[in-house]
C-alpha cells in the first residue's frame, strides 16, 4: 500500500490550494479516505472525509465551508480543495485510508 501526497506550499492567507493523494495497493473505491494535519507542537487533527463511492463528506468545524474533499475512483485520487486559507491551516496534511495507511505528509504554509 501506498499514499503519496502532493500540492502543498506556501500561500498568502485569503489563498487557495489544492492537495492530492496517489493511491495504490488496495482497492481504492472499497475504502473511506480521509485527511489530517498536524501543525507544529499539536496533536494530528482530522479534517475531512470521504466515503468510498464519494457520496458522503465529513468536515472538521474548522474547515467547514472553506475546504472541499473529493475522489477520482477512476483515477485511485483523492483531492482536498483548500481555499480562503488562514494561518491557522498551516501545518503537514497526511493522507489516510486503505485500513489505517498513511502517506508522508505534504508542508502547508500560509504567511504573508
Known amino acids: 500500500v501506498q499514499l503519496v501526497e502532493s500540492g502543498g506550499g506556501l500561500v498568502q492567507p485569503g489563498g487557495s490550494l489544492r492537495l492530492s493523494c496517489a493511491a495504490s495497493?488496495?482497492?481504492?473505491?472499497?475504502?473511506?479516505m480521509r485527511w489530517h494535519r498536524q501543525a507544529p507542537g499539536k496533536e494530528r487533527e482530522w479534517v475531512a472525509g470521504?466515503?468510498?463511492?464519494?457520496?458522503?463528506?465529513t468536515y472538521a468545524n474548522s474547515v467547514k465551508g472553506r475546504f472541499t474533499i473529493s475522489r477520482d475512483n477512476a483515477k485511485n485520487t483523492v483531492t482536498l480543495q483548500m481555499n480562503r486559507l488562514k494561518p491557522e491551516d498551516t501545518a503537514v496534511y497526511f493522507c489516510?485510508?486503505?485500513?489505517?495507511?498513511w502517506g508522508q505528509g505534504t508542508q502547508v504554509t500560509v504567511s504573508s
Open positions: 489516510n485510508g486503505g485500513g489505517n495507511y
Open positions: 495497493g488496495f482497492t481504492f473505491s472499497s475504502y473511506g
Open positions: 470521504i466515503s468510498g463511492a464519494g457520496g458522503i463528506t
